[in-house]
């Protein structure tokens, strides 16, 4: 059974940081490229970063970029986000999402499986 568990979500003040994890689980993590995806509300669900399945290939909204990584671990099956200087526009629940496939694709549909999510909150 193919399955994605997200941790790592919480509340978190404006300019910190947080770092979440994805741990991937039924399927050969290696073949699949992974992304992260939020949906904050009454928001369209949004590709914040995608790996692929080598994890050589990076890509990020313009909206993160500077401030998001990503890293995908095949020997570990986990992805993770780290993310920092954290605004409150980053707050949404965030997926990770895996397609079996050796690059990314934009839209959450395009993906085989995702997770249940963590929800990131930034506020004072």
């Known amino acids: 059974q193919l399955q994605l568990v997200e941790s790592g979500g919480g509340l978190v003040q404006p300019g910190g940081s947080l770092r979440l994890s994805c741990a991937a689980s039924g399927f050969t993590f290696d073949f699949y490229a992974v992304g992260w995806f939020r949906q904050a509300p009454g928001k369209e669900p949004e590709r914040v970063s995608c790996?692929?399945?080598?994890?050589?290939?990076?890509e990020y909204a313009d909206s993160v970029k500077g401030r998001f990584t990503i890293f995908k671990n095949n020997a570990e099956n986990t992805l993770t986000l780290q993310m920092s200087s954290l605004i409150p526009e980053d707050t949404a629940v965030y997926y990770c999402?895996?397609?079996?496939?050796?690059?990314?694709?934009?839209?959450?549909?395009?993906?085989?499986?995702w997770g249940q999510g963590t929800q990131v909150t930034v506020s004072s």
């Open positions: 999402a895996a397609r079996n496939w050796l690059m990314c694709a934009k839209t959450l549909s395009e993906y085989d499986v």
């Open positions: 790996v692929s399945s080598s994890g050589r290939t990076t």
